[in-house]
């Protein structure tokens, strides 16, 4: 797997990037905020890639942050949401946007992307409310006042974190890979998360 490309842009389209890594061109599908970042950056530049294999292509998909490809990658575990329309999603909504429709359960925040219409969007809230970060809670905003649900003391600790400076988005991805059990407490969460995001991982 190629986990990222770091080289000089050759060329910036609408959708897309080419990256010139070692005298050798990719092509990579990105969203409009990195397309952007890509068009007014000038030196040698990191994208972050997933690749796309398929019986009749291979696609590379690239992000400017790993936040972003947190977020590619939790849209496309979604039936229905391939590759294209998790770019128009993250081209249509920034990370918190994204977050506050899960915790708001909004669907309409998703059609705001080309291709997502209200099935599909009621369907990325209906699959991730249930994946994302080990069952998070997304029918109630999250508060910073310890509870014993394991949702809840989730919901705590990427609050807490939250106002501690971290991005949501990473806070969520640890979260997510480390899959909490359901007895875990607020404090040793707590603990465990902020350990991983202060040693980088």
């Given at each position: 797997?190629?986990?990222?490309?770091?080289?000089?842009?050759?060329?910036?389209?609408?959708n897309s990037v080419i990256?010139?890594?070692?005298?050798?061109?990719?092509?990579?599908?990105?969203?409009?905020?990195?397309v952007n970042e890509a068009?007014?950056?000038?030196?040698?530049?990191?994208?972050?890639?997933?690749?796309?294999?398929?019986?009749?292509?291979?696609?590379?998909?690239?992000?400017?942050?790993?936040?972003?490809?947190?977020?590619?990658?939790?849209?496309?575990?979604?039936?229905?949401?391939?590759?294209?329309?998790?770019?128009?999603?993250?081209?249509?909504?920034?990370?918190?946007?994204?977050?506050?429709?899960?915790?708001?359960?909004?669907?309409?925040?998703?059609t705001r992307a080309d291709?997502?219409?209200?099935?599909?969007?009621?369907?990325?809230?209906?699959?991730?409310?249930?994946?994302?970060?080990?069952?998070?809670?997304?029918?109630?905003?999250?508060?910073?006042?310890?509870?014993?649900?394991?949702?809840?003391?989730?919901?705590?600790?990427?609050?807490?974190?939250?106002?501690?400076?971290?991005?949501?988005?990473?806070?969520?991805?640890?979260?997510?890979?480390?899959?909490?059990?359901?007895?875990?407490?607020?404090?040793?969460?707590?603990?465990?998360?902020?350990?991983?995001?202060?040693?980088?991982?």
């Amino acid at each position: 797997m190629i986990a990222y490309l770091k080289g000089t842009i050759e060329k910036v389209a609408e959708n897309s990037v080419i990256i010139d890594v070692n005298g050798v061109g990719y092509t990579v599908i990105c969203s409009a905020r990195t397309v952007n970042e890509a068009r007014n950056y000038s030196g040698i530049i990191r994208i972050f890639t997933v690749l796309n294999v398929r019986e009749d292509c291979w696609t590379l998909f690239g992000f400017i942050s790993e936040q972003e490809k947190f977020w590619f990658n939790t849209l496309t575990s979604v039936q229905g949401v391939g590759g294209k329309v998790a770019v128009a999603i993250l081209s249509a909504l920034s990370d918190d946007d994204i977050y506050n429709a899960f915790l708001s359960g909004d669907k309409n925040v998703f059609t705001r992307a080309d291709g997502v219409g209200p099935k599909l969007a009621t369907r990325i809230i209906t699959e991730l409310k249930e994946k994302i970060v080990g069952k998070i809670d997304v029918s109630t905003a999250v508060t910073a006042t310890p509870k014993t649900s394991e949702s809840g003391v989730i919901n705590d600790v990427i609050s807490a974190l939250a106002n501690l400076g971290y991005q949501k988005s990473d806070i969520m991805r640890v979260i997510f890979a480390m899959q909490p059990n359901k007895d875990v407490s607020f404090d040793a969460l707590l603990k465990s998360v902020l350990k991983k995001l202060s040693s980088g991982v």
